[in-house]
């Protein structure tokens, strides 16, 4: 048999078997009761968003939810509260790291010649420095955080060892302040995103495993028989984060060629395997919650959770097209990145059809902006990515700054902003505190939106012609890189509002805990009228 | 057990989320299609008839690289920095001790057969250059190197470095091929290469 006909075989046979296995969920051939998929709505939750709600006299007028249900939600919150606070203070901090060493790259890939008394200041180290601190520090501090908030409430249960939890987030934060160090100072794996030394990884491998364990205890003491989708991502995540990072780190397992596809292997899955379900199931989470409308298709839902699961896993190799890899890989990479369409496709209908005819919401809830902006560059960044993946396109964006831009419309646009909406939700729930400068939210939401607006589109343009200046045999390579120059001035612009940013939020924080508001027990009228902040 | 107290923050928030059983939208399912018709096109299109080990998208012509055309100038300075300089340096002056000099050196401005005659088999044996005395480890050229290629490196190395012999032609080196064609091994030292016609 030819490559071509097993490749061919392969991917119907899966194809197949995946639309069946969906098939089969909605069917319940799995389940062992009927009512395990019934679905049951809270009383007055229907047809009441959030906005309708009069603050002044929030008790009186609001529908008054089921008594049990916000019991059970606030033994929830009770029992997280620590550890989430703990893991966003962790957060906020590595969000300020990775902004200055970022906004540090990004200067001196246009002036090269500011600070270069240090060693440890020089490009290669900083852009690995800011790497590290978004993919280890940010990104997972913050995302874990809301899970651990989040799986409790849709569970209906106290989180069971929130110890474990706690002492796993201190390990994996000295880990990671090692690794940096480390990082810093020279000492390097080598491998995009697996530079941290392997030594340290074993500090994330058991700090990741005892973030874990509660969720999983969580799980076992559940209340509820139907799993909401939030928890089909969050756990996945949990589960598939520990099985890339020990593979992709485990030492003297992979040479040569075969490092370079593991290397990539672990690239895009760590982004669509760990980020991206995350960031999701706090959007399936916060945009239903948040307009007071249940997600409209759970039909919808299965299709994405599982086409994501399914495809995700094979499509890192297009990071690899034309290079030493057999291309049976490579081809059956580009055609999963484009079968991504499909779940991305289910994810945005699922959420417009939720969010359909309440878009005025949208004007109170500077939570349900930045969720619903991170939600539809979720769309962008994902479709984009499909096609850049194909042969045609990456032949010019492939080792230019477009691919820059693109990622960065994934983890900024679409991951950071969602858990920056997801942190403005729960802090005032795990601190009983209000944030006390409402006007500070909008002015966030404004830079971030902005400069990453900037960033995005002057690296993809910078990034294409630099793209065709390499293509072009008469042009000389430094062709290439002046044309960039104008471009990459523009990206330092955009990161300069996104670190603006950054401090705003952080500073807001500080005010929060510092108790700029106070408790406050009756929320003032027009703090709630200015923002819409619940 | 003691019930925690309830935030207002907590109180004013709408119920956790649930879903309703909306059926998938048939655009959806018409994508779902379309995208399967799309992978099925784009792997029966797919160039996969090379061994995997050749690598993604490559072909034999890309892989055997540029063989210069018949005719076509071998240049000499290029070889001798890919392929002599390592050992011999780019000032022809060699290591003291390790890699004796082409500068200067008798053999090299000697009998142009002889100096053919080493780049084609190689030396391992001792060696005396410029009156300092060598343990010979020269590589042999024959199986990498053409006539064309070994006489432009010669020419290039008997003109360099105050060197001033007279140019090769690859029709010297082609005949001190079929002079040695049966010899297997490099030559044993210097007493060896001087007994050569």
């Given amino acids: 048999m030819s490559t071509l006909s097993i490749l061919m075989s392969a991917f119907v046979l899966s194809i197949v078997g995946l639309g069946f296995f969906i098939w089969s969920q909605r069917a319940r051939l799995t389940d062992s009761g009927p009512e395990a998929s019934e679905i049951i709505f809270a009383k007055g939750e229907i047809g009441h968003p959030e906005k309708a709600i009069d603050r002044t006299t929030p008790q009186a007028v609001s529908p008054r939810p089921d008594e049990a249900e916000l019991l059970a939600r606030v033994r929830a919150d009770a029992s997280s509260a620590q550890v989430v606070f703990f893991f966003y203070c962790c957060a906020f901090v590595w969000l300020l790291v990775a902004s200055a060493a970022g906004l540090t790259a990004s200067i001196k890939l246009h002036s090269p010649d500011w600070l270069t008394s240090e060693a440890w200041l020089s490009f290669g180290r900083i852009r690995t420095l800011h790497l590290n601190a978004v993919a280890y520090g940010w990104a997972p501090m913050a995302g874990l955080g809301t899970a651990l908030f989040i799986i409790p409430r849709l569970l209906k249960t106290e989180l069971a ?42 500090l994330f491998v058991a700090g990741g495993a005892l973030v874990g364990l509660p969720l999983i205890l969580t799980l076992l003491r559940r209340t509820v028989a139907h799993l909401y989708v939030s928890v089909w991502y969050m756990g996945c995540a949990l589960f598939w984060f520990p099985i890339l990072f020990f593979v992709a780190n485990f030492p003297g397992l992979h040479h040569g060629v075969e490092a370079a596809t593991m290397n990539w292997w672990f690239g895009h899955n760590v982004l669509g395997l760990f980020y991206t379900p995350l960031a999701l199931a706090s959007i399936y989470y916060f945009l239903p919650k948040l307009i007071g409308r249940p997600i409209q298709s759970y039909n919808l839902s299965l299709l994405g959770f599982w086409g994501l699961a399914f495809f995700y896993g094979q499509v890192g190799g297009h990071h690899l097209i034309g290079g030493p890899v057999p291309g049976w890989l490579v081809t059956l990479s580009i055609v999963q990145s484009m079968m991504m369409i499909l779940p991305v496709a289910a994810f945005t209908v699922n959420q417009h059809l939720t969010l359909k005819g309440h878009l005025s919401a949208l004007r109170g809830s500077p939570t349900l902006q930045f969720i619903c902006l991170g939600g539809l560059m979720y769309t962008a960044s994902s479709v984009q990515g499909s096609f850049e993946a194909l042969r045609s396109m990456n032949a010019v964006t492939h080792f230019t700054h477009y691919t820059v831009a693109h990622a960065h419309l994934g983890l900024y646009g679409f991951v950071s902003m969602v858990f920056f909406g997801a942190i403005y939700f729960v802090v005032p729930r795990i601190t009983g505190r209000e944030w006390p400068w409402p006007k500070l939210v909008t002015v966030h939401f404004w830079l971030a939106a902005t400069g990453i607006a900037i960033y995005f589109v002057s690296l993809t343009i910078g990034g294409w012609l630099q793209g065709t200046a390499m293509l072009d045999p008469s042009r000389g390579f430094m062709e290439s890189v002046h044309a960039t120059l104008p471009y990459l001035r523009g990206r330092s612009v955009g990161g300069a509002l996104m670190v603006l940013g950054h401090v705003i939020f952080a500073v807001h924080f500080i005010g929060l805990l510092a108790g700029a508001s106070g408790r406050a027990v009756q929320p003032s009228p027009a703090l709630n009228a200015a923002t819409g902040d619940i | 057990m003691s019930s925690p107290e309830i935030l207002p923050q907590q109180r004013r928030e709408n119920p956790d989320p649930q879903e309703r059983t909306t059926p998938i939208p048939w655009l959806v399912l018409a994508l779902a299609i379309i995208l399967a018709a799309f992978g099925v096109d784009y792997i029966s299109h797919a160039k996969l008839d090379t061994p995997a080990s050749w690598g993604d998208g490559r072909s034999h012509s890309e892989l055997a690289g540029n063989k210069p055309a018949d005719g076509a100038k071998a240049d000499g300075a290029a070889i001798f ?34 100096a053919a005659a080493i780049l084609l088999h190689g030396i391992n044996g001792p060696i005396t250059v410029k009156g300092q005395s060598y343990q010979g480890a020269m590589p042999a050229f024959a199986a990498s190197l053409g006539d064309a290629e070994i006489a432009a490196v010669l020419t290039y190395v008997r003109s360099q470095w105050g060197n001033a012999a007279a140019p090769l032609s690859a029709a010297t080196v082609a005949e001190v091929r079929t002079q040695h064609a049966g010899r297997t091994g490099p030559f044993s030292g210097g007493d060896e290469l001087k007994a050569l016609p």
């Fill in chain 2, 81 to 114: 920095a890919s392929t002599c300089a390592a050992c011999h340096q780019a000032t022809g002056q060699g290591l003291p001790g390790v890699f004796p000099p082409l500068a200067g050196s008798e053999w090299v401005l000697g009998k142009p057969t002889t």
């Fill in chain 1, 161 to 202: 060892g929130a110890r474990y939890a706690l002492l796993g987030g201190a390990l994996w934060n000295a880990a990671l302040v090692a690794g940096l160090g480390s990082l810093a100072y020279g000492v390097s794996d080598g491998m995009e995103w697996l530079e941290i030394p392997w030594q340290i990884d074993i």
